[in-house]
C-alpha cells in the first residue's frame, strides 16, 4: 500500500515546500525513510552544473543523505517560472499523468512514505483539459491542505476543502501557516476554518523569518500523517 500525502495550498506561495519539508523531517524523527516528490516544476535555477528548481532542492535537502535524485523527485521540469501549462507549450512538453504517476509509483516502491507538493493551488491547469487536481486524484493520495494565513484564505480554504471531498480523495488535514506577520485576527480566522473544515488541523505554524522547516516539524502532528504506529 502507498503511504503518502499530497501537498495542496490555498494558493502559490503559502508555504507548500516548506510545510512538505516540515513534514518530511517530522516522518523522518518517527524513523520513516521518506521520499519527497514535486512531480512539476516550473521555474530552474543552474546548480552545480544542471538545471534544478528551488523545490527540488529544498526537498530533497529535507530528505538528507541518500535522498533520491532530483530528476526522480521532479521528473517534470519546466525552465520558465510561470503557470505550467504555459510554460510546458512554449517548450513543446505537454504534460501528460502517466509519465508522474509512475515515477510516483517508483519511489513509493521503495520508500516508506512520499510527500508530493503539488504546484500553485488546486485547480491550476496543467493543460487544455488537466489540472493539478487531476494529479492528485491520480496518484490517490490524502491530500494536506496548506491554508496561508492571509486575508481572503477562509475562501480559498472552503473552495479547496469542497474540491478535494468533490475529487473523492481523501482529506488528511490542514495546516496553518503564518506568511503574513501583519494580518489581524489571525487566531479567529484559524477558529473559522477549524469550525468548517472537515479535517484535522495538524499544526499551526508561526511567521519565522527564514522559514527553517526542521523547526517547524516540531509543531505537526506527524502521527495524524503517518499514524499512531509509526
Ligand atoms: N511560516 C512562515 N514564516 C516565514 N516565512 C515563510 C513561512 N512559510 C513560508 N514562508 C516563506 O514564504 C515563501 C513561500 O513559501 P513556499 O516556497 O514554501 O511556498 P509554496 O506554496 O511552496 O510556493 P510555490 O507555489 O511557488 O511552490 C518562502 O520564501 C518561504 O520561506
Ligand atoms: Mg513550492
Known amino acids: ?109 521503495q520508500w516508506d512514505f512520499t510527500v508530493v507538493e503539488g504546484v500553485g493551488g488546486f485547480h491550476v491547469p496543467l493543460g487544455p483539459s488537466l489540472d493539478a487536481r487531476d494529479l492528485a486524484r491520480a496518484l490517490g493520495l490524502p491530500v494536506v491542505l496548506v491554508v496561508g494565513l492571509r486575508l481572503g484564505c477562509l475562501n480559498h480554504a472552503l473552495l479547496t476543502a469542497e474540491s478535494i471531498e468533490r475529487a473523492g480523495l481523501a482529506f488528511a488535514g490542514w495546516i496553518a501557516n503564518a506568511i503574513d506577520p501583519r494580518m489581524s485576527a489571525a487566531d479567529e480566522n484559524v477558529a473559522a ?13 508561526p511567521f519565522t523569518p527564514g522559514a527553517d522547516p526542521r523547526a517547524a516539524a516540531g509543531l505537526l502532528d506527524a502521527s495524524a500523517l503517518a499514524g499512531p504506529g509509526a
Open 1 to 109: 500500500m502507498t503511504r503518502g500525502v499530497f501537498v495542496t495550498g490555498t494558493d502559490t506561495g503559502v508555504g507548500k515546500t516548506f510545510v512538505a519539508c516540515a513534514i518530511v523531517h517530522a516522518l523522518r524523527a518517527r524513523g520513516l525513510r521518506v521520499a519527497p516528490m514535486k512531480p512539476v516544476a516550473a521555474g530552474a535555477v543552474w546548480r552545480d552544473g544542471a538545471w534544478a528548481n528551488e523545490d527540488t532542492l529544498a526537498l530533497a535537502g529535507a530528505a538528507g543523505a541518500g535522498a533520491p535524485s532530483l530528476d526522480a523527485i521532479t521528473p517534470l521540469l519546466l525552465r520558465d517560472p510561470m503557470a505550467p501549462h504555459i510554460a510546458a507549450a512554449r517548450e513543446g512538453m505537454p504534460i501528460a499523468l502517466a509519465p508522474l504517476v509512475e515515477a510516483h509509483r517508483r519511489l513509493a516502491s
Open 193 to 205: 476554518l477549524a469550525g468548517r473544515l472537515p479535517a484535522p488541523l495538524i499544526g499551526r505554524l
